[in-house]
């Protein structure tokens, strides 16, 4: 019993064989289902080689964006090591002053760059060596620990900055 039969589906004429008594019909019948076979097989095969290229395409950009997200988390991390910041022995050392409204350079600016806040009468400030620019305190120190340069200018600090015995010393 056929599969057909069973699920009561009249069987396709071109799938099912044929049993016709002449050989000239049987075997023009028989090319013409080789054909569609053909046919059949080359559009699945072209399915299949469309599906496999689709599949590398997708692997392809997938790997490609691993390694964008691999190569700039290197970067990163190599950027903090060139620039890990200041000692907090090397920040506490710096010099400071309290700041008032009359005194110091007036050409110099009168708020700190990194808070953004005006410089009030009594506030404590950190002056930076070989650029003398002034911040907060508080404000500067945070930005030292994880930064070796001034956040204005750039001026890196470990390079210039004296060792920590010198201060010290001539202190």
């Not at 099912?16 to 699945?44: A, G, L, W, Y």
């Not at 469309?50 to 190599?78: E, F, K, Y």
């Not at 710096?94 to 990194?114: E, F, K, M, N, Q």
């Not at 650029?131 to 001026?155: E, K, M, Q, Y």
Request: charged share 15%.
């Amino acid at each position: 019993m056929s599969l057909f039969s069973t699920l009561d589906i009249p069987p396709s004429p071109a799938i099912s064989p044929t049993t016709s008594s002449s050989s000239s019909s049987s075997s023009s019948s028989s090319s013409s289902c080789q054909h569609q076979e053909e046919s059949i097989n080359f559009d699945f095969n072209v399915m299949v080689f469309v599906g496999a290229m689709l599949c590398a395409l997708i692997c392809a950009l997938g790997l490609n964006s691993m390694l964008q997200c691999v190569l700039s988390c290197t970067a990163r991390s190599l950027a903090r090591r060139r620039d890990p910041g200041l000692k907090k022995k090397e920040v506490v050392a710096l010099p400071t002053s309290t700041y008032t409204v009359g005194g110091g350079d007036s050409s110099s600016a009168s708020g700190c760059a990194i808070c953004l806040a005006e410089f009030l009468e009594g506030d404590s400030i950190r002056l930076l060596p070989q650029c003398n620019h002034r911040f907060h305190v508080g404000c500067i120190d945070r930005w030292l620990l994880a930064h070796s340069s001034c956040p204005t200018c750039r001026h890196r600090l470990n390079k210039s900055m004296p060792s920590l015995d010198q201060i010290v010393s001539s202190a």
